[in-house]
Nanobody, 124 residues
Framework: QVLLVESGGGLVQPGGSLRLSCLVSGITFSNYGMGWFRQAPGKEREFVAAITWNGGNPEYTDSVKGRFTISRDNAKKSVYLQMNSLKPEDTAVYLC?????????????????WGQGTQVTVSS
């Protein structure tokens, strides 16, 4: 069974920080690129960040550049998203996903496995 389990979400004030984690099992983790997506009510699922199998070439959507950092630890079979300077518009369910041999890591359709998501709420 393939499982991707996110954790670390919660309620935070604008300007605050959260660190999301995604623990992966059931696949050879190091063979997969990993991504973070988010979905807010009434909006389409949005690409947030992605990282290659060996931790190189991280990519981000423009709205989070300079504030979010994606990383991975293949020994722990985990991927992380450090979120700083959070804004109310960052409020969403954040999901991690795994992709093998993706051609475009910005596209949801490229990912093979998905977690259930963790809620991030940024509010004063």
């Amino acid at each position: 069974q393939v499982l991707l389990v996110e954790s670390g979400g919660g309620l935070v004030q604008p300007g605050g920080s959260l660190r999301l984690s995604c623990l992966v099992s059931g696949i050879t983790f190091s063979n997969y690129g990993m991504g973070w997506f988010r979905q807010a009510p009434g909006k389409e699922r949005e690409f947030v960040a992605a990282i290659t199998w060996n931790g190189g070439n991280p990519e981000y959507t423009d709205s989070v550049k300079g504030r979010f950092t994606i990383s991975r630890d293949n020994a722990k079979k985990s991927v992380y998203l450090q979120m700083n300077s959070l804004k109310p518009e960052d409020t969403a369910v954040y999901l991690c996903a795994a992709a093998i041999s993706p051609t475009s890591i910005l596209m949801s359709s490229e990912y093979n496995y998905w977690g259930q998501g963790t809620q991030v709420t940024v509010s004063s």
